[in-house]
């Protein structure tokens, strides 16, 4: 789980309602709504601490009913009357000033506001939110409210988080002035109108006589779809003024920019957090309290009051948050961590990425990991533009597109319940741009990343936590097996040698004149010649999915026990050596403590923790264990959730696994029964993809 520094304990089925007064207003529930709009949001009754059902006429009502209304929409009309047929109170929700990640019709909210007063784009009456702004501001609200700044601008967060970050060049000098659709509520509410839009951008010309105007036209707008308040045609004829109507981020644009001109747009507030100079058209719950410069005149009850008591009031005291992975309410830090990484994970490649070889199953894997990028799937490597970013898979050659940059994809290390060849969905996948890690003919990211990167305290802490829950949950890369093996009795060394598919690419780019098990086998023998050996298959012999290597039969006869079913994180317990070619074992025994002989170069060998008889010149670093932990769990891999198809951490990836595990989500008994035929049409999809490469 992403780690949060404040107990979600106080945001229980049950809320409290401050007040400046100190009095508080309990809400249990249940809820009415005459909307079948607002009981089909997922998440709600959670938010809510209470059922939320449609009104049927003649059904009683239970004492402390609320009726719903959204905001100050037509239905909210509806909700009015209906409560006062009821004679019930009225509360409103709104969508949350952090929303989600994909715009509303796309996505449910994941943070609401629920007013019982008014609402807070409304400023021709009170509304809760003024109230809450009004309360004493206690020095650990303070405090909250200033770590929650720090933590939206750290995770480059807004309302909406799908689009990419403006990547074009901004003038040098500019102000941003931000339009917004006609007929938007908050404009008519915020006591503003279509006048409010031509003053705004008068007052940024004239007032910054020698700096641009960026105009922001809302992306509805710009595509046609709805209207907005400018002559865009026109304002393109204007030298100082730049029109920007794609669908962008807007965090770099208010970072960047020396002040930020609005009606009522949202982007205001979000410049406060920025600390920029905010001009105000209209009357939005963020002004009139002395923190922005205003057109308008403010009404009594919002006097002046510090960004503090606006921040805490309006993300922690007036909107309600959803984890989306848990679907349980949580406070707005574990929200705000949670889309800070998904504006990190989105931006990591480039807007567009080609892919190519990637067959039928793993196609929506595909754009599911490199969300955030359109991905192209092409048939053939000539179609490719030259300085493209071209996603490929392992170690395959892109053939006529190698004047791209090439991405490579693999599993990554903490991977699955159940094995890759029965096409069970990963967890995780890595992608390299310089190589991939298990190449050790070239540097990949992952070697890099080892080799120059810093290590602070609270990653390491990351690092050691999730080594030792690894290590106590017995998880590991595929997590099959069921079976216990036990180390004989009076046995005063156990070696175990894992066995990789020959075939495999990281044999035949990491290791050297040694690269067959069973020479490995020999080896082992040679270095231990007292040692009890167990060798293991690799599991996708043992399921007959993949071919044997060389003289694998013979096995047993270079070995003391030979063991095929049991779990490989209980048998990294019952031994104390492990012999490996290139195998992930030996990562996984580098976390149990064990010693570990590298004869080939695998990536966590070189880095002074494994005594390599092959070693890497190139990696000089001496790493500390949780250093490595850091850079092959932590920092190289992506993750994404099951459920939200989102990303998430390794952390909650590992939390996955184990319910997985429990619940028994491994391969089931009839696809058990259907390997033959699995294998067959992976072979068939592995094939039909492997021929778009020469093509």
């Not at 006062?84 to 715009?103: H, K, Q, T």
């Not at 206690?138 to 480059?156: E, I, S």
């Not at 008591?309 to 961590?337: F, K, M, N, Q, W």
């Not at 096409?423 to 310089?434: A, C, F």
Request: aromatic fraction near 8%; hydrophobic fraction near 45%; charge should be positive.
């Amino acid at each position: 789980m992403l780690h949060d520094t404040h107990d979600a304990g106080a945001w229980a089925s049950t809320f409290l309602f401050p007040f400046p007064d100190g009095a508080t207003m309990e809400h249990h529930g249940p809820y009415l709504t005459a909307s079948i709009t607002l009981t089909r949001i997922p998440g709600l009754p959670a938010l809510l601490g209470g059922p939320v059902t449609r009104y049927r006429p003649g059904r009683a009502v239970v004492p402390g009913t609320r009726v719903l209304a959204w905001g100050r929409k037509p239905s909210a009309a509806r909700a009015e009357a209906l409560a006062a047929d009821l004679g019930l109170p009225v509360l409103r929700l709104e969508d949350g000033f952090a929303r989600s990640v994909g715009l509303g019709a796309d996505e449910p909210p994941l943070s609401v506001v629920v007013d019982d007063t008014g609402i807070y784009y409304d400023a021709a009456c009170p509304s809760r939110l003024e109230r809450l702004v009004a309360a004493p501001l206690t020095p650990d609200r303070a405090a909250r409210a200033r770590a929650l700044v720090a933590l939206w601008r750290q995770g480059r967060v807004s309302k909406y988080n799908q689009a990419r970050e403006y990547a074009e060049r901004l003038p040098e000098d500019f102000v941003l002035a931000v339009d917004q659709t006609a007929g938007d509520a908050s404009i008519r509410h915020g006591l503003a109108g279509a006048d409010s839009f031509a003053r705004m951008l008068e007052a940024a010309l004239d007032e910054h006589p020698r700096a641009t105007v960026v105009l922001k036209v809302h992306p509805e707008v710009a595509a046609g779809r709805k209207r907005g308040h400018f002559d865009v045609d026109r304002l393109r004829r204007n030298d100082r003024v730049l029109v920007l109507g794609a669908a962008v981020h807007p965090v770099r644009l208010v970072e960047a920019a020396a002040a930020v001109y609005v009606v009522t747009s949202q982007l205001g507030f979000e410049a406060l957090l920025w600390g920029k100079p905010v001009r105000v058209f209209g009357l939005p719950f963020y002004a009139g309290w002395g923190l922005t410069t205003d057109a308008l005149a403010a009404p009594d009850r919002r006097r002046p009051a510090r960004l503090e008591s606006l921040v805490h009031a309006a993300l922690v005291d007036y909107a309600r948050y959803i984890d989306p992975e848990t679907g349980t309410v949580c406070p707005p830090e574990r929200l705000l961590s949670w889309l800070g990484l998904q504006r990190r994970m989105r931006e990591r490649f480039p807007a567009t990425v080609h892919a190519l070889g990637f067959s039928a199953w793993k196609r929506p894997l595909v754009r599911e990991f490199l969300q955030g990028s359109r991905v192209l799937f092409v048939r053939r490597p000539d179609r490719v533009p030259a300085g493209a970013t071209l996603a490929v898979w392992g170690r395959r050659d892109p053939g006529a597109a190698a004047a791209a940059r090439i991405l490579r994809l693999e599993d990554g290390f903490l991977r699955s319940v159940g094995l890759g060849v029965d096409l069970t969905r990963p967890l995780s996948w890595v992608m390299d741009g310089r190589g991939i890690y298990y190449d050790a003919t070239g540097p990949s990211d992952l070697e890099v990343l080892l080799g120059q990167a810093d290590f602070p305290p609270e990653l390491l802490a990351r690092a050691q936590a999730l080594r030792q829950r690894l290590v106590a949950e017995g998880i590991t890369k595929y997590n099959v097996g069921a079976d216990v093996w036990r180390r004989p009795a009076g046995v005063k060394q156990v070696v175990l040698v894992p066995g990789q598919v020959e075939a495999d690419a990281s044999i035949r780019y990491g290791t050297g004149a040694l690269r067959t098990n069973m020479d490995l086998l020999r080896a082992a023998r040679r270095q231990s010649p007292d040692a009890y050996i167990v060798y293991k298959p690799h599991p996708d012999v043992v399921v007959k999915m993949r071919r044997p290597g060389v003289e694998e039969d013979a096995a047993g006869s270079l070995c003391d026990a030979v063991v095929l079913h049991a779990a490989m994180g209980t048998l990294l317990d019952q031994i104390d050596v492990v012999h490996v070619l290139t195998s992930l074992t030996g990562f996984e025994a580098l976390l149990r403590g064990k010693t570990v002989y590298c004869h080939g170069r695998p990536f966590y060998a070189g880095w002074g923790l494994t005594r390599d008889l092959d070693p890497p010149p190139q990696r000089t670093r001496r790493l500390l264990l949780d250093e490595l932990v850091a850079g092959v769990l932590l920092l190289y891999p992506a993750y994404c959730h099951p459920a939200t198809g989102r990303f998430t951490t390794a952390e909650t990836a590992l939390e996955v696994l184990l319910a997985q595990r429990r619940n028994g989500m491994g391969l089931s008994w009839w696809r058990r029964g259907l390997r033959p035929v699995l294998a067959f049409l992976k072979r068939r999809l592995d094939r039909a993809a492997a021929k778009e490469y020469t093509a």
